[in-house]
């Protein structure tokens, strides 16, 4: 299989230094990153060419290709931000005079409406896992965290006992970009949260000293992959045929709080976007939903 060569892969890690001492990026978002310009430094190097004397015609064959592979609108403008960002960082640093991205128009992508739970189907998510054990006790407390505050999975599962205050009834929370944002649990979360720790923690850490604040049996915190496998089962178990994502339960947390009439900057501070247009997606899937129940119960509708 084509790898990079080592000049492009140290010109990507270069990058990527660059981008973490900056921006302070996840390892997610800096992985996304590496694997972008790896697939079009492997591509490049089947034409004998290099990251760094690539012409604008090899990129727009490259995008043209990854297209017919099937790759969508979406993809391609994530891939094309990399690649962009790749060369503004070489122009900056004078490895380059001239961006060969510059000129390549983003395809044009419809907002992305995030896949919605009802309220009720939220209630049979979190009622699914069985608390009569110490790890089905972590799950829901998980679980109505998730809900409660609106946290990504990545901040979710890297929390640590020192993050959370159960007597103000706030989580502490470190970002993207290393912003620390303070996340309300609401009264129903905290119990969960209290209660967990007071029952079922020390039975899953057997007595050691762990930061973690929902940690495995094997002592560490919770990867990604493994919490989503625990969100599709449990949803699998209550029945929900819907085609879930790991932020099922924050897009949930954000509408919901919308169709209540919360403030949308409200909003947009406790999820801990940057941007309020971040944010109003979730205001196009509120009026959706009201939409539909118009159509479903008014008699004209």
Known sequence: MSVATDNDQSDIELFLDALWMERGLSDNTLSAYRSDLQGLAKALKKQNQTLLIASRQDLLTYLAQRAQQGAHARTTARLLSSIRRFYQYQIREGYLKDDPSAQIDAPKIAPAIPKLLTED??????????????????????LEILYASGLRVSELISLEMSQIN?????????????????????????DWLSNFLQQARADITKGKAIDALFPTNRGGPMTRQAFWQLIKRYAKQAGIKKDLSPHTLRHAFATHLINHGADLRVVQLLLGHSNLSTTQIYTHVARERLKALHAEHHPRG
């Open 121 to 142: 189907e939220v209630d049979e998510l979190l009622n699914a896992p069985n608390c009569d054990t110490a790890l089905g006790m972590r799950d829901r407390t998980m």
């Open 166 to 190: 159960v007597h103000q009834g706030v989580v502490r929370v470190m970002g993207k970009g290393g912003k620390e944002r303070l996340v309300p649990l609401g009264e129903e979360a905290l």
